[in-house]
Structure formats: structure tokens, C-alpha cells
């Protein structure tokens, strides 16, 4: 399922043919259109679209081009649209300082009213910003301390992030600004030129954010009918190239095409209230390995986690509400073969069933699949034993968080005794190797950790593979 989040499909453009299109779109497996207007009759043209046609929803607002059109009179118009059931935001709204079709003083006018309109709808906000970013983040941030309200309706009780207020469309800037906005609670979407690969002198800082920031904050979108993605660049765009888009960022981070639609997706529904919440899985595919999720229970309280948020993994909702049963994972399995791998993970420590685990895995490799544990490495502590000789012919490869190689760090980040748990896990992580898994010490990317040292750490001390994993 694919949303095309910003179409703006009542230019004459599609005048002629919009039915076609709407079809393409439907057979390119878009399921949902965001129509977002930029001034009033687009905005009344956007709703009336959205009346029509029941996976079509609507913006209403103006664009910085047209923002000198903008007076109280259009601003209550806009309002009163924005009651329609279909309207998700305000948008597109912002600054455009590359054309500068609008004077500047009264961009910011229009952009700061359009925004307070949002705050007292409780609506999220679509954004345009063309080389105007500065500007546009501080009004954000200025905005944003003048009304804290705003969209506090959606807080949740262990939320990562701010609740989320907007999304920035066609995102301006790099990986660097991108993860800046998303920590303010904005969304970041790409379009066409994520396509467009780098120039020799100019990177594309499209695909630096397609690179860098995980698939839980990118919103997919075509801004038809401009900025058609290659293979198609130079003709007119439409909402079923969006799938182009969506290739396009799977194929840079690695996952399939199913899973960017996935989480975008749940993007979607979080900003904008459009699809349904995914039901909690305990079994789920990510590339072409099968996930199994068979507690949520830890012995650890990591700090970056989300175990006790809504644990959603690529839009994957895994806030299992019972564990499940060796049957009930077999059965959800199948047949093994299909996989490239079977993983047991997800938000909790497969160790503390290592019963299940080792039932699980001992049909697996009778049935020819093949298996990885996920593990925070504490497996002998929480089993009272040498857990590693019964894993023998029964796991394949296995990926242990190492976090830091600081003991006191180790502790602070894990929330518990750095002191006890530090050491164990080394020691486990080095038995494992010795008994010749395949073994590869994994480390959230942090700041304030060290990648080299760590690195130096697995490869010399534990003799073990590094691999540094994005933090969501
Ligand atoms: S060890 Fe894994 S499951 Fe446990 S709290 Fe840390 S990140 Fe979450
Ligand atoms: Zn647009």
C-alpha cells in the first residue's frame, strides 16, 4: 500500500484525463491521494476532489507564490474548509525565496497566520520551503513555543519524538537538517529528484536523507504534476510514479519496497489520521527475512527504546499483547525455506524463552531455514547457566548489542550494572566466537559513543564483526 501524500491533481493538467490516472494510480497500489491546495479556488477544488472520491483527502491553504492573495476574508474562507470532515492539514503553506513570487514580509504574514489557523484547528501544517529554511524553522520553533498545545492531543506515554505537528514536502536540505525538523516533530517527504542520482560536483541531498534517515520519518509523495521521477522525468507527473519513489529509498536503505510502503504509511496515519493502525504481529518480514517478536519482557531498559512506547518497527506494530506459543511461531513460519533468514528479536530478549527458542529453531533447521538471534548478550545471567552449548547446531549467527565499550556508559544507556552486565556480555560474545557462531556486535549510532573505538573493540579484543545500526 502506497499513499502519494501531495498531489495536486486540480491543475489542468489532469483535466482531461483525471479518471486514467486515478486508475493508474489504484493499479500502481496507491490507496491513498493527499490533495493539497495553494490558494483558495485550489483549495475548494481539493475538497471537492475529496468529496468525490473516497481515497482522495484534502489541504487547504496558500502557497508563499500565492501569498499576497492571502487577506482576513480568503483567511476565514480557508477556515471555514478546513471544518470539511476530509480536510487532514493546512497546507501547502511557507516560504519560497528562490522565486520570491510573493514579497517576503508578506510570505512570512501569510505562513505565520496559516500556521496559527493550524494550531487552533489542532491540524498538522504542510510545508513548502525553497531555499528559506532558516526562516522557516525559526517561525516553526517560535510558533511552536506560543502555542505548546498544538497536537498535544496525540502525545502517547513514551513517545521518542514531539507529537507530530507537519511535514515538510519535497524536504530542502540534508540528512543533518532532516533529523533537526524530525526531532521537532516534523516529517520529512520525498519526491522525483531522489531519482535524479548525484552530479559530480553537487550531491543530491535527496538521497543523503534517503541514505540517513530511517524509514519511519519519510513520507512518500510525487508533487504532481512537477518533479516526475526518472524514468519519466520531462513528461507530466502523476500519483502512480510514486512508486518509483518509493523503489528509489528502498533500494538506499537496504529494505524492500513493502517495507518503505509500510512505514510510510504509518507515517501517514500519525500526522494526518488517514488508513488504520496497524494490529500487533509477532511475526513480520523486513527485506526477505522473517522476523519473530516472542516477548516483549527484557531484563534491560535501554534508553533508546521503544519497548514500552508503541514499539513499531517499519510500520510493523509489535506490541504483542500475548506471547506467543512454539506452535503458534511454527505455524506462523510455514515453510523456512522462503526465508533468507529467521530472526528472533523485536522489543525484548529472546533469551528469556530460551525453551521456546530452542523448540523454534531446532524445526527450523530440520525444515532447512536458517537462523539469527538478536541479543543483548545476557542470556547466562538470565538463564543461571552456559547457555551456549544447547544453542550449538540450533543458531546460525547471532547479533549481540554492545552499545559502548565504557561499562559505566554501558550501564547508564542499558539502565542497569554496567559492572555485572558489561563483563558478562563480553564474556558471552567472545564464547560464542570461540564455539564458532557467526557473531556481530551491533551498536546504536549515538553521538556521544565512539564508533572507531568500538569497532577497534569487536574486531581486536572480541574478534567478532562490527555493524553500526541507525537509531529510528
Ligand atoms: S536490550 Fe533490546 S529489547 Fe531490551 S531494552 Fe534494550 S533495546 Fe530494548
Ligand atoms: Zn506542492
Same mark, same amino acid.
Given at each position: ?35 493539497? &491546495? +495553494? ?116 502525545? *502517547? ?12 514536502? !519535497? ?33 543530491? %541531498?535527496?538521497?543523503?536523507?534517503? +541514505? ?10 510525487? /508533487? !504532481? ?23 528509489? @529509498? ?5 529494505? =524492500? ?17 488517514? &488508513? *488504520?493502525?496497524? /494490529? ?5 518480514? @523486513? ?7 516472542? +516477548?516483549?519482557? !527484557? ?42 533468514? @529467521?530472526?528472533?528479536? &523485536?522489543?525484548?530478549?529472546? +533469551? ?8 523454534? %529453531? ?34 546460525? =549467527? ?5 552499545? %559502548? ?26 564464547? !560464542? ?40
Amino acid at each position: 500500500m502506497l499513499i502519494d501524500s501531495h498531489a495536486h491533481l486540480f491543475f489542468k493538467d489532469f483535466k482531461n484525463d483525471l479518471d486514467d490516472v486515478l486508475k493508474r494510480a489504484k493499479d500502481a497500489g496507491v490507496e491513498y491521494i493527499i490533495c493539497p &491546495g +495553494t490558494d483558495l479556488p485550489t483549495s475548494i477544488a481539493s475538497v471537492e476532489l475529496a468529496e468525490k472520491y473516497p481515497f482522495i483527502y484534502a489541504a487547504v491553504g496558500f502557497h508563499p507564490h500565492d501569498a499576497s492573495k492571502l487577506d482576513d476574508k480568503s483567511l476565514s474562507e480557508i477556515e471555514k474548509l478546513s471544518h470539511h470532515p476530509k480536510v487532514v492539514a493546512i497546507g501547502e503553506i511557507g516560504l519560497d525565496y528562490h522565486y520570491d513570487f510573493s514579497p517576503r514580509p508578506k510570505q512570512i504574514e501569510a505562513f505565520k497566520s496559516q500556521i496559527e489557523l493550524a494550531q487552533k484547528r489542532d491540524l498538522p501544517i504542510i510545508i513548502h520551503s525553497r531555499e528559506a529554511e532558516d526562516d522557516v524553522i525559526s517561525i516553526l520553533e517560535n510558533q511552536i513555543k506560543k502555542n505548546p498545545d498544538w497536537r498535544k492531543s496525540l502525545a *502517547k506515554n513514551y513517545d521518542r519524538y514531539p507529537t507530530p505537528k507537519g511535514v515538510f514536502h !519535497c524536504f530542502p536540505g540534508d540528512s543533518k537538517l532532516a533529523w533537526k525538523v524530525i526531532n521537532m516533530g516534523f516529517y520529512v517527504s520525498l519526491t522525483g529528484p531522489v531519482t535524479y542520482g548525484n552530479k559530480p560536483n553537487k550531491p543530491n %541531498s535527496m538521497i543523503d536523507v534517503a +541514505t540517513n534517515v530511517s524509514a519511519e520519518h519519510i513520507l512518500l509523495e510525487t /508533487d !504532481c504534476p512537477y518533479l516526475t521521477p526518472a524514468p519519466f522525468r520531462g513528461k507530466r507527473n502523476e500519483p502512480a510514479y510514486v512508486k518509483y519513489i518509493a523503489e528509489k @529509498i528502498a533500494e538506499l536503505q537496504h529494505l =524492500s519496497v513493502n517495507d518503505i510502503a509500510r512505514a510510510s504509511s504509518f507515517a501517514v496515519y500519525n500526522l494526518f489520521g488517514i &488508513g *488504520k493502525y496497524p /494490529d500487533p504481529v509477532f511475526s513480520y518480514t @523486513i527485506r526477505n527475512s522473517l522476523y519473530l517478536n516472542i +516477548t516483549l519482557r !527484557c531484563n534491560a531498559d535501554c534508553v533508546f527504546c521503544d519497548r514500552k512506547g508503541e514499539a513499531i518497527v517499519k510500520g510493523n506494530n509489535l506490541k504483542i499483547t500475548k506471547e506467543p506459543t512454539a506452535d503458534e511461531v511454527i505455524k506462523a513460519i510455514s515453510d523456512p525455506r522462503r526465508y533468507d533468514e @529467521i530472526v528472533f528479536c &523485536g522489543f525484548g530478549e529472546p +533469551t528469556i524463552r530460551f525453551d521456546l527458542m530452542k523448540e523454534v %529453531s531446532r524445526w527450523i533447521k530440520a525444515n532447512g531455514g536458517k537462523v539469527r538471534l538478536n541479543t543483548d548478550g545476557h542470556g547466562n545471567l538470565i538463564n543461571h547457566r552456559n547457555i551456549i552449548p544447547e544453542m550449538k547446531g540450533l543458531i546460525d =549467527s547471532i547479533s549481540i548489542s554492545l552499545n %559502548s565499550t565504557d561499562p559505566v556508559q554501558y550501564g547508564k544507556l542499558m539502565r542497569l550494572d554496567g559492572e555485572k552486565y558489561f563483563p558478562a556480555m563480553v564474556e558471552f560474545a567472545k564464547e !560464542c566466537v570461540k564455539n564458532n557462531f557467526d557473531v556481530t556486535m551491533t551498536m546504536v549510532d549515538l553521538a556521544n559513543v565512539n564508533e572507531e573505538q568500538v569497532r577497534a573493540f569487536v574486531e581486536k579484543e572480541i574478534g567478532a564483526k562490527f555493524k553500526n545500526r541507525p537509531l529510528f
